[in-house]
């Protein structure tokens, strides 16, 4: 069953982005415009309750229709003038093609925004839970590649999840930016309609109106919509990519899960490979184009070329199912994940108690030694650990000048795991509340 539900997730999302549901977002804002301006006396009532109760738009027509004409949006008209009839020379009345497209296409994006919400909070309920599953689970924290000092696992989980809540955030408000639309006319100058039939049909849709616009609603709202997606895919890479390294052979603390029938190569039996993680990565990347393509669409020649249009047509509906899909992976992926805590706490141990050598520094300074002292003795017993594999501790506790100046005492909250990681619980809190 929760194989299925990725699988449904992007089926709906496809759906926001099909061509059925782009007309009849289209035929809504056309139904909305008729009858705002039936109310105000602009148009006869018996028109807008003959378009109410008549329009229909059928996407193999309009696709026939559109091979002739060339202009999607009067096939549209003209397919729903067939269905209107005598009314139909008030539909569309006062409206430039991109009244419409864009107004609908508002509507289009808040669809897909809440599907995006839905995905971001399940991969944030997982994360929470891992989280807390791990919270003191040791691992060591690396920079550079190379040991640093310990930290847990589910400190590394909890940071994912911070993470996420900020992506929710900035979609939400990208999307927020974008719930506008515009019935302003061809170079937004309410030539043939006043400003307050695009305030009451916009109301009537549960959008804004742009405060201005041009014959479109400008295109820096849709470029920091596109961004905010490959923000949130770029935090999805970064989660993958970790799983990639932590499933190294040399590594090994946490593994993709590999189902009993699964294939890992066709010419290596043995081979158990992060193929999901290695999707999500590259998924990524196709997200992050598809944003460097919203922001060349900002600058269009005057008041509207359209040289953006046929980019939107790939770019909203690739980088919102790409984003759905890879959020139910990313979701998948870390909610079966296989964690191997001994390896972790095996991997912590391979430098010998080199991940403490910075708290030992302070305590030595702590101790009345000069800190250009302290780190140069410290800094000697570590390159030998490094050299020999030598035991850090054992060095540093036979060592005559550390001895003299530092008591045992102090050695030993050195190298105390629990001291290093005392806090683990409060930066779980903090991090994971609401």
């Keep these: 069953m929760d194989n299925m539900i990725p ?4 089926k709906k999302m496809g759906g926001v982005w099909s061509e059925a549901n782009r007309f009849q977002k289209w035929l809504e ?6 009858e705002v301006e039936a109310e105000l006396g602009i148009i006869p009532a018996e028109a807008a309750r003959a378009i109410r109760e008549r329009a229909r738009c059928e996407p193999e027509r309009i696709a026939e229709i559109e ?3 060339r202009h999607d949006l009067i096939a549209f008209t003209t397919n729903v003038a067939e269905h209107v009839g005598e009314a139909s020379r008030y539909f569309h009345y006062g409206l430039t093609s991109n009244d419409t497209i864009d107004t609908a296409q508002a509507l289009q994006i808040g669809e897909a925004a809440a599907l995006l919400a839905e995905g971001l909070a399940g991969l944030g309920e997982v994360l929470r839970r891992r989280a807390r599953e791990f919270a003191h689970t040791v691992q060591v924290g690396r920079t550079h590649g190379v040991h640093a000092e310990p930290i847990t696992f589910g400190l590394k989980l909890a940071n994912w999840y911070s993470e996420n809540r900020r992506n929710q955030q900035r979609i939400a408000a990208a999307a927020e930016d974008l719930r506008v639309g515009k019935i302003s006319g061809a170079v937004g100058t309410f030539a043939h309609l006043p400003p307050e039939v695009e305030q009451a049909i916009c109301t009537r849709l549960g959008l804004k109106p742009a405060a201005i616009s041009s014959q479109v ?6 470029a920091a919509f596109l961004c905010a997606l490959a923000v949130g895919a770029s935090s999805l890479d970064k989660i993958a990519l970790e799983v990639r390294g ?6 090994r603390e946490a593994e993709e899960y590999f189902s009993p029938r699964q294939k890992g190569s066709s010419a290596m039996p043995h081979k158990r490979n992060p193929v999901t993680s290695e999707q999500i990565c590259g998924l990524a990347r196709v997200v992050r184009a598809n944003a460097q393509a919203a922001l060349e669409n900002i600058a269009l020649w005057q008041e509207r070329d359209i040289s953006h249009s046929s980019v939107e047509r790939v770019i909203l509906p690739d980088s919102c199912i790409l984003l759905d899909y890879m959020l139910a992976k990313t979701t998948d992926l870390v909610d079966k994940l296989l964690v191997y805590p001994e ?3 095996r991997n912590l141990e391979l430098t010998h108690g080199l991940v403490y050598s910075g708290q030992l520094l302070l305590e030595l ?8 002292d302290a780190y140069r003795w410290v800094q000697r017993h570590a390159m030998e650990t490094w050299r020999t594999g030598a035991e850090f501790r054992a060095g540093i506790e036979n060592d005559p000048e550390i001895a003299a100046r530092a008591p045992a005492e102090a050695i030993a909250r050195a190298f105390d795991l629990d001291r290093q990681l005392r806090h683990v619980d409060t930066i779980l809190d903090r991090a994971l509340a609401d």
Excluded: K, L
């Excluded at 609603?217 to 849709?222: A, G, L, P």
């Excluded at 932590?246 to 590594?251: I, K």
């Design 29 to 34: 804002v056309e139904m909305a415009t008729a």
């Design 343 to 345: 390896q972790m706490r």
């Design 7 to 10: 699988r449904y997730t992007r």
């Design 365 to 372: 300074v702590e101790a009345g030694v000069a800190r250009e």
């Design 217 to 222: 609603i400008q295109r820096d709202r849709h």
């Design 67 to 69: 091979a002739e004409v």
């Design 246 to 251: 932590m499933q190294r052979t040399e590594v």
